[in-house]
């Protein structure tokens, strides 16, 4: 799954289970990014938090 433009990472959150894919724990094949570590969970509470916002572009 792509994530380079706004609409793309838009369209993973509302459509794509982008939060919960992030959320999962290390070793979970479904755990993004793929083949990488988990993110902070400073940057997934970044990524919630814009979401409970309503995903606003700026």
């Known amino acids: 799954?792509?994530?380079v433009t706004?609409?793309?990472v838009k369209n993973a959150?509302?459509?794509r289970g982008l939060l919960t894919r992030?959320?999962?724990e290390n070793g979970d094949s479904s755990?993004?990014?793929q083949g990488g570590p988990r993110l902070p969970?400073?940057?997934i509470?970044?990524?919630n938090k814009w979401n409970q916002?309503?995903?606003l572009e700026k």
Do not use: F
């Open 1 to 3: 799954m792509s994530l």
């Open 31 to 33: 755990l993004m990014p």
């Open 13 to 15: 959150v509302l459509n």
């Open 53 to 55: 916002d309503g995903l």
């Open 45 to 47: 509470d970044i990524i």
């Open 6 to 8: 706004y609409e793309q």
């Open 22 to 24: 992030i959320s999962l």
């Open 41 to 43: 969970q400073a940057t």
